[in-house]
């Protein structure tokens, strides 16, 4: 059963945590192991590569379907900045008639679409009389593997 990509949770970014885990100083290979690659280079500070804008930055849970083919699925995490503009082509979480969702911002000519990122559903037409908000744009997708 398809089922629309919607937002089930909001948790705002809280800036004072910090999370820094160890990094190894060489990238992976996908064949044999080298030993050199046996030793950690320095930490990583996940906050200073994923949030950008701590005060406009939150962490939403999505449910549903209309996203795969963007590389979003049900149960994942995104992280969305407010602040940032929502730009053509942009995966946005927007306020539609009152219910938040994620699509993709497309603009074509002088209309504005919310798009999905699955076939089985049609874009969405913004007009000048659709209650709609552009509420943030998503920066990253967290996956579980």
């Known amino acids: ?8 949770h909001i948790v705002s970014y809280d800036e004072g945590t910090e999370q820094k885990f160890p990094m190894y100083g060489n990238k992976l290979s996908a064949g044999f192991p080298s030993p050199a690659d ?6 990583i500070d996940l906050n200073e590569h994923l949030i950008k804008h701590p005060a406009a930055t939150f962490f939403i849970r999505v449910e549903g379907d209309s996203m795969i083919h963007a590389g979003i699925f049900s149960g994942d995490t995104l992280i969305v900045d407010r602040s940032l503009q929502a730009a053509n082509g942009k995966v946005v ?4 008639n009152g219910e938040f969702l994620v699509k ?14 699955n076939p089985k559903y049609d874009p969405i037409e913004i007009t000048e009389s659709t209650p709609f908000e552009i509420w943030g744009v998503v920066t990253t997708v967290i996956h579980p593997l």
Do not use: G, Q
């Open 1 to 8: 059963m398809s089922k629309k990509l919607t937002v089930t």
């Open 38 to 43: 046996d030793f950690l280079d320095k930490k």
């Open 93 to 96: 979480v927007a306020v539609l």
């Open 104 to 117: 993709r911002l497309k603009k074509i000519r002088n209309k504005i679409f919310l798009e999905a990122e």
